[in-house]
């Protein structure tokens, strides 16, 4: 009988550093011990910090974003023993709730600077930037891009079991490989980087071989899903994660009050600490069964609702900025789609990087349109004409609404 | 007042051969001669041939396929003069329905020879198939595909105005280029085609012109759109497509009953002929006033609706099957995605063909998930649970059901 | 394999009198002739004059309306014979389409003389009305009703089985008692009425007796369905309709293009000829196993989409006009809230008829809210704002449009 | 900058008796003292308890539903007043969020005893009855009524400014007359009653007077809404209140955690004490402005989302269960409606009880179908399909499942 509150499994510190906090954790391995059992079938919160560990700050300067320190994220609460789990099964993932806390109502999204980090259109907006949402329930809403406002699709964007060695150690190959390779002039993956690694409560020599081994939490990962930031695991959604070692050591983190599909600038979802509902279940031998090779989930029944009749669509394709034609390159035809809504919705006042942030946290839709129509893949973004106080339909007259500005770095503007 | 039937501007005939219907052509080129004007706010019916002009039938072998003549596509309806247009302007383009022929109410769904225009997972599929799909009303099914029905988002995958000589000089420029740097053993565009081009009405002369220039219709490309094979652009959308010539030259073909998001399998959509009902408005100067680069759409209010908490979806990253990992790779992310749900559906019976078919036709939708995430774009695919008249879930007990088999060549199976 | 063009079971003569065509009829009776037989599985269609048998124009004058012969609705397309079905059984009916003829896309909505049929609120608008719509593909609009337009959510208004002897005994009996009792200073039930009654095929004897003892059409009945007018059987729908009588003897008619929850206007959902198809199938002894005692159904999936957050909504509850308080009277609270809708959007310069006929066609959504509340019910309905080419939020400005005038009779306005 | 944590304006303990709690009140009168004051634009968080005052347990009996003491109902937080607000104006109340308090994840629906209070069904089902619902996150799912789980829709029963003295005179004139006029064999209204009245602060004279006077808070009345029981006033959603009294004196309670249309079984939805955020507007002068005799609401854009396709829907008619013929009477159909969902769930195991408490609480759209075919009212009542676990569409078997018992009395069952 479910009449006592529920447990909360893991509380975080507001006070403390997040490096001093035992039960967080910013790396994949195998041996960083569990912090707690929980039981199939038991309803738990988990409480989050943001990915960044408290580094950006609600104020009207990017200062924070641009001294943003890329060793320390993300920071995840886990990892957790599930009680029953062995490799080969399958986690139900069922999410029951997300909340921002209480006396936390706001959340933040950023450009970081190309040098640091940078994100999908760091080409044409270099410099780092910054909006602060607050929270109003279920809304949000931004002193930095006025006018428009919107529901959040709630989600954490990193859930993930612990690799086993052998799907680290595949890991750290592949990565490496593709960064000896590189001939690109910018960082393309992140290897394991002992500096500011956090292996939770290990003792000194486990935390030792952790930091030395343990993935970077920042890209997701076809075996265990890890930092997939996909914006519909929220509210109700079931997800079915690959178990590869004994009661799976199951993290989370990373918590977004919203997201546009591709979260293109980076921390481009709006970021929060939070704390999550969880309700887990095991499917024994579930990899096997299921044919799984990557997570697989279903959406919650309760997203926000636009009708299809109001989502401006904008179209892109694989020839680039430069007149290019690429060979059937959905990232380029990605990049061109969000370009174009920029430079549509600039003529309302907003500046670049305005928008840049919005089409990043917005629950704008991303969709592959057509991937075999050589040699231009075509998609397409939705952005719902109803987050908008003002009409930004194609006939609407181009009203001069005061747009302020978003926060830039002391330096800038 | 509108009591009156609405008016046929295009008819097509079944019973002579495409190249010889003066009013349909196969190439991009400013010059092909129109077909008849149509005056903005008028309503009015179009016919289209399906995009082979005739080439596949309705019977239960993919000879037809192997043999399809690719220099042949896309047979298009049009040009038509829209009265008043002048370059600059943006030709509104409102669907008002889109319908089979009363007397042929079918169409095909095809995966291409890899050899042969091929397809997205040709590596993996590169023999000949074929369904063939019955309509019933707004839903149809398929012999080919047993145990699966769903309502048509019945869609024209071409659309477009015709290019200027300073457009086509522009796609036949960097279309040449990539050809000419391609290091990839497939074709990576086709360049301009004499072969079976049909020029329209076009007089002899005119007509040796265009052939040697004239764009192929196979890509969509971004300045006026073309073949997009966007499946939302289905009754009642309203699309806004930038004029290049005098009077637009507006084409319309590739008439889709349904199509999943990338149009998979190349022949991908369930082809069909059909009469279109188009309403046309003029934006004059909309290209400037929108900074419009590349067209923009808004969805029908009428798009088949299924709950987000039934739609079963897989993740798919960048790293290919040979475990190789890719650099933010969306093209190889959303393959992954899509072998995923092969073999998660494979499970039920189905033939890795029969699944590829499916989620080329199927309202499937592929969204473009987390692209900043070094090195893993991640994509989504999700299947409606709905078009299934069995359980799909992954609790669902495997049921042992007929799932009998596609077409394929006389040579296999 | 359905290659070839659907069977259309029967067509309708725009050039006869409803009253010569022998597969029409306008009663139910158990013994009207069948018009031909349809089997079980296959796809049909069937053509439907509108319900009034063309006795309304598309003119700008609602004297049509005014001597509308209410004695000869509602002539309906069949009665067929279901092959195979018995007494007991359940037919389900799925309609897979419902089309305007091609060369009529119009229809009409009608506000009912109180002295001739009236309405839901004809103690406010006694007077005939009449708003002629024109289609243009999913969409219609009227330049009766200026600055709306929707897509319809096309279906038929009756659907039903011929009742047996004892059910038609039955329905008599208690509709009798109601008029005989009736203290009311109107019409309450039509009773049988062999004045312009339509028997089909039969011959004299049968006639005479099928107009004594025939039920009207004009209301639904719980035994059957019939004229239900319930928005939602459109495209996609599946009924399940009890049967009485060997051979089903299932009977359709009265297409409407769109209506609105309560058609308050009684001829008020969009009324139109035209063609639907039909597949049919049988579920043997289905009564005793759904228990069923009236019509199920599940509509199809492809329903206009309009966001919750686009619904403005309105309150009504059991207290009339006059300050009256009623106990528990959803009729009464149903009637008030459509009169808010109507206060409200006067506003706007629209007349009481215009909205009145727009609500009574327009996919306004009527919601039973509280009804244990004592003393009152309470109701809703929603508008959705998405129809409007102007802003009807509470919000905004009201502007000032023109909004034209619907049609009235010669003698009026 | 909404940095800091939201206010909350109004604090519940659930450690003392309603009655003690100065800021609950329990009838509705202009003199009951306000609580507070809150400023538009704020953000507040108002604690309710639910509507019983807590007189039902979580237990398996309903021993305390046949006690409940109807005399106390509904406990009111509040009278808030509102900065600004005047007669004439409209308060604009926007609803941010709904939660159960986090120590209290439960609700209960009950049917009340035919003799204390009944509901829609009390006829058929006399005898007390009890689900207890546990939360699970944005989901609930009950001991009581296995196999069946769904999303809230939480919302508020009862919001509404305070009546004038004009407004109270008049609703205690009508409501008297209904009961002097009353022929039935029940109680058709609750006149003002000074027992257990709670008049909040309200110094002993001014209590005396407003326990005389205080209209009930059990009907929902046009004038400012109240208890409308709607379930849509959810999270997101927007109220437009007319103000009566200078200050508005708003007062909330009832919360939901879900509810069907009509919340048929009286104590019918999901009752739960629990938080509410709001945001206010004020609309200057706007009852005129509007013509507003009513409120009038849109709804949130996050309702729970099923497709039209999974609803299962029931028509019922104006005739009753004994056969008698009404007139037009929607009331009456609608209870037709629900009969017949109860006849056609049982068949897989549940009691009627469980059924009809089922119908009360779950997201089941109750529509007026058609409301002009004399004499037959036609309503529908839609079930999502999606929220049992097992099949219940018509085609499928019918399983054996353990269907539990719902709480009945100690002297039952």
């Given at each position: 009988?479910?009449?006592?509150?529920?447990?909360?499994?893991?509380?975080?510190?507001?006070?403390?550093?997040?490096?001093?906090?035992?039960?967080?954790?910013?790396?994949?391995?195998?041996?960083?011990?569990?912090?707690?059992?929980?039981?199939?079938?038991?309803?738990?919160?988990?409480?989050?910090?943001?990915?960044?560990?408290?580094?950006?700050?609600?104020?009207?300067?990017?200062?924070?974003?641009?001294?943003?320190?890329?060793?320390?994220?993300?920071?995840?609460?886990?990892?957790?023993?599930?009680?029953?789990?062995?490799?080969?099964?399958?986690?139900?993932?069922?999410?029951?709730?997300?909340?921002?806390?209480?006396?936390?109502?706001?959340?933040?999204?950023?450009?970081?600077?190309?040098?640091?980090?940078?994100?999908?259109?760091?080409?044409?907006?270099?410099?780092?930037?910054?909006?602060?949402?607050?929270?109003?329930?279920?809304?949000?809403?931004?002193?930095?891009?006025?006018?428009?406002?919107?529901?959040?699709?709630?989600?954490?964007?990193?859930?993930?079991?612990?690799?086993?060695?052998?799907?680290?150690?595949?890991?750290?190959?592949r990565?490496s490989e593709l960064v000896s390779m590189n001939t690109l002039?910018?960082?393309v993956a992140?290897?394991?980087?002992?500096?500011?690694?956090?292996?939770?409560?290990?003792?000194?020599?486990?935390?030792?071989?952790?930091?030395?081994?343990?993935?970077?939490?920042?890209?997701?990962?076809?075996?265990?899903?890890?930092?997939?930031?996909?914006?519909?695991?929220?509210?109700?959604?079931?997800?079915?994660?690959?178990?590869?070692?004994?009661?799976?050591?199951?993290?989370?983190?990373?918590?977004?009050?919203?997201?546009?599909?591709?979260?293109?600038?980076?921390?481009?979802?709006?970021?929060?600490?939070?704390?999550?509902?969880?309700?887990?279940?095991?499917?024994?031998?579930?990899?096997?069964?299921?044919?799984?090779?990557?997570?697989?989930?279903?959406?919650?029944?309760?997203?926000?609702?636009?009708?299809?009749?109001?989502?401006?669509?904008?179209?892109?394709?694989?020839?680039?900025?430069?007149?290019?034609?690429?060979?059937?390159?959905?990232?380029?035809?990605?990049?061109?789609?969000?370009?174009?809504?920029?430079?549509?919705?600039?003529?309302?006042?907003?500046?670049?990087?305005?928008?840049?942030?919005?089409?990043?946290?917005?629950?704008?839709?991303?969709?592959?349109?057509?991937?075999?129509?050589?040699?231009?893949?075509?998609?397409?973004?939705?952005?719902?004409?109803?987050?908008?106080?003002?009409?930004?339909?194609?006939?609407?007259?181009?009203?001069?609404?005061?747009?302020?500005?978003?926060?830039?770095?002391?330096?800038?503007?």
């Amino acid at each position: 009988m479910g009449t006592g509150p529920i447990r909360t499994a893991l509380k975080v510190d507001f006070n403390k550093p997040a490096q001093e906090q035992p039960y967080l954790h910013n790396r994949w391995h195998p041996d960083i011990p569990t912090v707690g059992k929980i039981t199939p079938g038991e309803v738990v919160k988990v409480e989050c910090l943001d990915w960044t560990g408290g580094q950006i700050q609600n104020n009207d300067c990017a200062d924070d974003v641009k001294d943003c320190d890329l060793t320390q994220p993300h920071y995840l609460s886990g990892p957790f023993e599930i009680e029953g789990a062995d490799p080969g099964d399958v986690l139900v993932v069922e999410i029951q709730d997300v909340q921002p806390f209480e006396d936390r109502p706001w959340g933040f999204t950023a450009v970081f600077d190309k040098k640091n980090g940078g994100g999908f259109l760091d080409a044409h907006y270099p410099q780092p930037a910054k909006a602060i949402w607050d929270f109003e329930g279920i809304f949000c809403s931004s002193r930095h891009i006025p006018h428009v406002r919107f529901p959040g699709l709630i989600h954490p964007g990193i859930m993930g079991c612990a690799p086993s060695t052998e799907v680290l150690v595949e890991w750290n190959r592949r990565e490496s490989e593709l960064v000896s390779m590189n001939t690109l002039d910018r960082v393309v993956a992140e290897l394991p980087q002992p500096k500011n690694a956090h292996a939770g409560s290990a003792p000194e020599d486990l935390k030792a071989k952790i930091c030395r081994e343990g993935a970077r939490t920042i890209p997701g990962r076809p075996e265990h899903g890890g930092n997939c930031d996909i914006k519909n695991l929220s509210r109700g959604s079931k997800t079915y994660l690959p178990v590869h070692v004994p009661g799976a050591k199951f993290s989370v983190g990373d918590l977004h009050f919203s997201q546009g599909d591709g979260e293109i600038s980076f921390c481009g979802a709006i970021e929060m600490a939070g704390i999550i509902t969880f309700k887990f279940e095991l499917m024994k031998g579930g990899i096997q069964e299921l044919e799984m090779k990557s997570p697989i989930f279903i959406p919650g029944p309760v997203e926000p609702h636009f009708s299809p009749g109001r989502m401006l669509t904008f179209e892109g394709f694989s020839v680039d900025e430069a007149g290019k034609q690429h060979y059937m390159d959905v990232t380029v035809a990605y990049r061109q789609t969000c370009l174009r809504v920029i430079e549509y919705l600039k003529r309302f006042g907003y500046s670049g990087e305005q928008i840049y942030l919005l089409l990043s946290c917005a629950p704008v839709q991303g969709h592959v349109a057509g991937i075999v129509d050589i040699p231009n893949a075509c998609t397409t973004m939705g952005i719902p004409m109803d987050i908008f106080d003002f009409d930004i339909s194609p006939g609407a007259p181009v009203l001069k609404l005061d747009m302020g500005s978003c926060a830039y770095t002391s330096g800038k503007k």
